[in-house]
């Protein structure tokens, strides 16, 4: 039975590794809701060209696939002397579980592969009226069409079933070891955009990646501008940050959401935003509010 690798990534990133006739793996980026994205490497056939006309197919282990993807058959991602040559840096990680690839899984992809083979795309081409171009339309018979579908979502199920059995594989400590590999990686980019600014002849080398580094640290520096959303204070209408806790111009404090605020009435809605002058209600007409 064939085994399966699993990369993990903790960054918002996606990563794309073209793998010769192998051919291009993206590692996605990590969603908001989840702890890491998942990138489930199967073994890949690989055609090869044996001489005469003649062809094979060969099946490339999935364990040095992922090696390739994450980088660590090679220093290509070094970009500098003493930094880590691997894409681990960048929040990437091949994580220890090899988990079998369920049997069911390897007859419908082979399955699938065996009806394609036969039955190669069959196209006719039309000078379309309007752009003069010669267009591609598929005429194979619309059984054909249908199964193909039916077997390319019978094998799309199975991945997404098995890759979630994959999800539980990855062990805390693998999570914890990618995060402070992207940490450590995020502090030197920071700290190397900070030495590029100094210099008014190096400022144009600061580039996204110094510019992700430093906001995925929360950090603002003056060559990574962060937009912020702006809301109006309830209480004195100065436009403040979203989520801040005091109102810089007013002093306001906002135990509440700001909506709940606004919905309350002018009474109530000062009493929760200056607790400590309740006492000084501005007057309204001649009488308290």
């Keep these: 039975m064939s085994q399966a690798s699993l990369v993990i990534n903790v960054s918002e990133e996606d990563h794309q590794h073209s793998n010769g006739l192998s051919g291009t793996w993206v590692v996605p980026g990590r969603k908001k809701d989840e702890k890491f994205a998942l990138l489930v490497v199967y073994p890949t056939p690989e055609i090869q060209d044996i001489g005469s006309q003649k062809r094979t197919v060969h099946w490339l282990k999935a364990a040095p696939l992922a090696k390739d993807i994450v980088g660590l058959r090679s220093d290509a991602a ?139 640290l929360g950090q603002t520096r003056p060559w ?13 209408g100065a436009m403040i940050k979203e989520n801040t806790l005091r109102c810089s111009e007013c002093n306001a404090i906002f135990d509440d959401e700001l909506e709940v605020l606004r919905s309350l009435s002018r009474r109530e809605r000062f009493a929760r935003l200056y607790p400590d002058q309740v006492a000084d209600v501005p007057a309204v007409g001649g009488r308290k509010a």
């Design 78 to 216: 070094a970009h500098g002397l003493g930094i880590i040559g691997s894409k681990e840096k960048w929040g990437l990680l091949l994580c220890k579980a090899e988990p079998d690839v369920p049997k069911d899984l390897e007859q419908a992809i082979e399955t699938e592969m065996e009806f394609l083979n036969h039955n190669m795309p069959d196209v006719k081409y039309k000078r379309d009226a309007d752009t003069g171009a010669s267009v591609a339309i598929n005429v194979e018979d619309i059984e054909v069409k249908k199964q193909k579908i039916k077997l390319a979502e019978h094998v799309w199920n199975l991945r997404l079933h098995f890759e979630e059995e994959c999800r539980a594989l990855v062990s805390q400590a693998e999570i914890m070891k990618a995060k402070r590999n992207l940490l450590t990686e995020d502090q030197r980019l920071v700290g190397e955009g900070d030495r590029m600014f100094a210099s008014v002849k190096e400022q144009q080398n600061i580039n996204e990646i110094h510019r992700r580094a430093c906001a995925r």
């Design 224 to 236: 990574c501008y962060t937009p912020q959303q702006l809301v109006e204070c309830p209480g004195c």
